[in-house]
Every structure is written in structure tokens, then in C-alpha cells.
């Protein structure tokens, strides 16, 4: 048995002090959660297959399989249970989350993303946009109007030439590191789920310069170590690994021959956000340094004095214990080396941004979106830009708006990784009705979504919700892009 140690620096009484974890391929596996877990009935079939049933989870942890009949104005779920004769009415008041596994929708393809003030992805192709409204045609729910101020940025599914991977949509072409663990990470939902101590990696093929960036949530001791430039997907014997928690970040460099090597650290006070974080890491062989941005904004620049070390090109993210990881919008993309930051999701701005697929930044006025192309007004001319050579557009939010939760909003989860939030005003087998600010009244297919999650607001939440803590690899029907 291999046993490979190392270390996280925490904060205790906020003063900096050493804690060792050991990742062991003997440990044991975490306990059952508590709760009432009523299994779906075992048919013997492979267990990669997912389940045709849903499962309906509660705020106790409380778990019933069956399947969602319908849902009522006024919030009642009718469920069919197989141990019940009859269906059974359940006030959504109580519930967590409903994982709609007996919903498989047909494979589709979007040409855009956009993202908008209220944390929802709506995937779909661009019809138009100009002073008030972006009017976008979806899969799932026909043609939608958005009003402008509420949204956040676009995002064109471009084939970009410095694109070298985005996702995940799936475990697909992912590998869980060798420790006798494959639980410890799973995916639902566009995200990556880290529930246990263990590590997943993936060739990427990192260039020269590059820029890995991703969306982090953490829960529990809020730890995770990722590794870039890693020469096998499922082992750190030769990367550069940035251990990071909320109050410390610390680059080692990893050496299967030499061990392990601290270049530096830094502190940063409750830098980890409690929803998202944005988290960066760009790299220079050249100058042989590593740069970390928080949401944005650079926190620390790292040299090797040595010479470079990292001869792959794998990403690896190691899940520790005692925390629950999720990471999601995953880019990798070759970077010019220049040091133009981002802007925060908490400044204001009032000019939107372009980033183009040839590594060019505009700032200006997007003036309208039609017939696949943009139209973009700079201090210095007008650009009309085809979609296909835009990697993504940060919208003003000096004069944006964002939509005030409601205590009865969902927020139903479509399986390549969007999200809708709304108010369910009808659900059968055979549409689904809701209303939002963000689109008013529509009308959707019940296949088109992999989960519903309820309570959105409810204090259990951040700790109940039952796919950081199983051990469920659910992988859609895409493949991922690399």
C-alpha cells in the first residue's frame, strides 16, 4: 500500500498553523447519512445504468424512489411510491430536491449560453438582441424574451483556436485517481461533485501559456488541491499542485523522483466565496511562473527558481476529507500572457466587454445581436463580429437588475448544466408550466429537466443536499468537448 502525504495550510484563531492530511487508500469510507433511506428495488443490472425511477429528497435527509406525477399551484407533489398503492400528496415544504431519473430527453446541441443575474444558464441559439430584449429559441421551452437588464453575459459555443477544453458534461474522458476510491467523485448536473478524499484528472492538453478556469464551491473544511501540468491524469507524481482553502493558498511543485517542493504562499482572508467562486490559474513555461485570480482579480504570482517542472498536460483536482467540492464551467484555453483582469460580479460597470476568439479584448456598447452577428460600437469604430469568433460577452450590470428570490422558487436543473428558476404553477406528464421575471410565463417539456430543487432558501440546505455526499456517477447522454 502507498501512502502519499500532504499538506494544508488552515487558519486556527486566525493565526497561520500546519495541518498534515494523510491521503491513504486504506482509509475508510464515510458513513451512511442519517436519515430514512428507502432504496429503489435491485434488478440486477449493470451499475453503471442509472436508475428509471425518481428519487425525492426531503430536508431531514429523509429519501423515497418512485416517480413525479404532477405538481400543484399551491405546491402539492403527487408521488407514486412502488411500496404504496396509491399515489401519495406531499407538501413541498418539506422537500429538497426531486432527481427526475425516469426523464431522459433526446441529445441536443445549443449555440450559446447566457448567463444571467440570478446565477441561471439558459443554453440556446441567438434570434436577436438589442436595447431591451434578447430573444432566444430553446429546446425545452420554445422561443424566450429576456429582458436585457437582466442579463449577465453571453456565451457562443465558438470552436475558439485557443479553446482547448470546456465542460464537464459528463465523467467522460475523466479519471479517478488510483486509491481504491472511485466514489469519491461524481457528476451531476454540470458539475463535478469531490464528496470524499480522492482525485480526478484529464488530459487537456495545457499549452505553453494557459488558463485554467473554473467555478468552485466549497463545503465542510473548504480544502481542495489542483494540479496542472501533471504528466498522468490519475497521479501527482510530476505537476505543480496549488493547495487551496479560504484562508490560504500554497503552489507545490510535485516531483515523483524528489518529492515535494513549497514555492510559496498566500494569505487570503475569507477569499472563498459560500455560493461560487471563480477561480483561475495562469501559467508561463517561459518565465516558468503560475498566477492564481479570485473572481477576477489576481491574488498571488508564484516562480519556480527551478526549471520548469511540469511536463504534461493533465488538470487534476484532489477532493479532501471532510469536504464536499463542486466545480463546474471549466475553461482551458491557450493565454497571450497579458495581464488584462477581469472584472468582478460585484463591480459596476457600465460598458460591456468582448473577448474574442483570436485572445483581442474590446470594451464598448453592444448595440444589437442579429443574423449570427453582433454589432459592437468602440471609441474607436463599429464592429460588426459573427458569433462564431467571440468567446464570450460581459454585459454592463451598472443599470442591471436581479430578480428578488421568492420563497416558493425552484430552480429546475436541465442535464447539459443550465438551470431555470422559477415559480411552478403546473407539472403532469405532459408540460410543465412556470414564471419568472426573467422570461414571464412558459411553457416546458416535464423531459426536459434532471432535477428540481426546492426551498431554495431554506439554512438546511448548504449541508442537506444529498449529491455531495453519494456516491452516484450520473453521466448524461454527451459527451464531453475537449
Given amino acids: 500500500m502507498k501512502t502519499r502525504a500532504f499538506t494544508i495550510l488552515v487558519l486556527l484563531a486566525a493565526t497561520p498553523a500546519w495541518a498534515r492530511i494523510i491521503v491513504d487508500d486504506s482509509a475508510p469510507e464515510p458513513g451512511p447519512e442519517p436519515g430514512i433511506h428507502v432504496p429503489a428495488p435491485a434488478n440486477g443490472s449493470d451499475s453503471q445504468t442509472p436508475p428509471q425511477e425518481d428519487s425525492l429528497a426531503f430536508l431531514n435527509k429523509d429519501q423515497l424512489h418512485g416517480f413525479l406525477l404532477a405538481i400543484d399551484a399551491d405546491g402539492s407533489l403527487h408521488w407514486q411510491s412502488p411500496e404504496a398503492r396509491d399515489p401519495i400528496v406531499f407538501k413541498s415544504g418539506e422537500v429538497a430536491q426531486i432527481k427526475l431519473d425516469s426523464h431522459k430527453p433526446a441529445a441536443t446541441t445549443s ?64 479519471t479517478v485517481g488510483r486509491m481504491d476510491n472511485p466514489g469519491s467523485w461524481s457528476f451531476k448536473d454540470g ?36 494540479g496542472i501540468y501533471a504528466d498522468h491524469p490519475d497521479n501527482t507524481g510530476n505537476c505543480y499542485m496549488l493547495q487551496l482553502s479560504n484562508g490560504y493558498a500554497e503552489l507545490q511543485r510535485f516531483s515523483r523522483n524528489t518529492g515535494s517542493t513549497v514555492i510559496g504562499n498566500a494569505q487570503m482572508q475569507n477569499a472563498i466565496r459560500h455560493d461560487k467562486t471563480q477561480v483561475e490559474l495562469r501559467t508561463s513555461k517561459d518565465k516558468k511562473s503560475i498566477w492564481l485570480l479570485l473572481d477576477g482579480k489576481m491574488v498571488k504570482q508564484w516562480t519556480d527558481p527551478a526549471e520548469f517542472n511540469g511536463g504534461g498536460g493533465c488538470i487534476i483536482f484532489a477532493s479532501q476529507p471532510g469536504s464536499v467540492v463542486r466545480i463546474s464551467d471549466i475553461k482551458v484555453s491557450k493565454w497571450d500572457g497579458k495581464f488584462d483582469e477581469s472584472v468582478s460580479p460585484s463591480d459596476r ?86 414564471t419568472s421575471p426573467n422570461f414571464g410565463t412558459a411553457t416546458f417539456s416535464p423531459d426536459a429537466f434532471a432535477k428540481i430543487e426546492f426551498n431554495l432558501q431554506a439554512p438546511e440546505r448548504s449541508l442537506s443536499d444529498s449529491d455531495g455526499t453519494d456516491n452516484e456517477s450520473d453521466s448524461p447522454d454527451q459527451e464531453g468537448n475537449q
Fill in 111 to 174: 449555440e450559446a449560453r447566457i448567463a444571467l443575474t440570478n446565477g441561471d444558464i439558459l443554453p440556446g441559439n441567438i434570434v436577436s438582441l438589442d436595447a431591451q430584449t434578447l430573444a432566444l429559441d430553446t429546446w425545452y421551452a420554445g422561443r424566450l424574451s429576456l429582458p436585457r437588464a437582466m442579463l449577465r453575459s453571453i456565451m457562443p459555443m465558438s470552436d475558439a483556436a485557443n479553446l482547448e477544453y470546456t465542460g464537464p458534461t459528463s465523467l467522460d474522458g475523466w
Fill in 191 to 226: 458539475e463535478l461533485i469531490g464528496s470524499s478524499y480522492g482525485t480526478i484528472g484529464r488530459d487537456v492538453k495545457l499549452p505553453d501559456t494557459s488558463s485554467v478556469a473554473f467555478a468552485l464551491t466549497l463545503q465542510g473544511n473548504q480544502q481542495i488541491g489542483i
Fill in 349 to 434: 460597470t457600465s460598458t460591456d466587454t468582448v473577448a474574442l476568439a483570436n485572445e483581442d479584448k474590446v470594451t464598448g456598447h453592444l448595440e444589437s445581436i442579429q443574423d449570427g452577428k453582433a454589432k459592437f460600437a468602440s471609441d474607436y469604430a463599429e464592429l460588426t463580429i459573427p458569433l462564431e469568433r467571440i468567446d464570450e460577452l460581459d454585459l454592463a450590470n451598472a443599470q442591471a437588475v436581479k430578480p428578488k428570490p421568492a420563497p416558493t422558487d425552484v430552480r429546475a436543473w436541465l442535464p447539459d448544466g443550465g438551470s431555470v428558476t422559477m415559480q411552478l404553477t403546473a407539472w403532469n406528464a405532459k408540460t410543465c408550466t412556470g
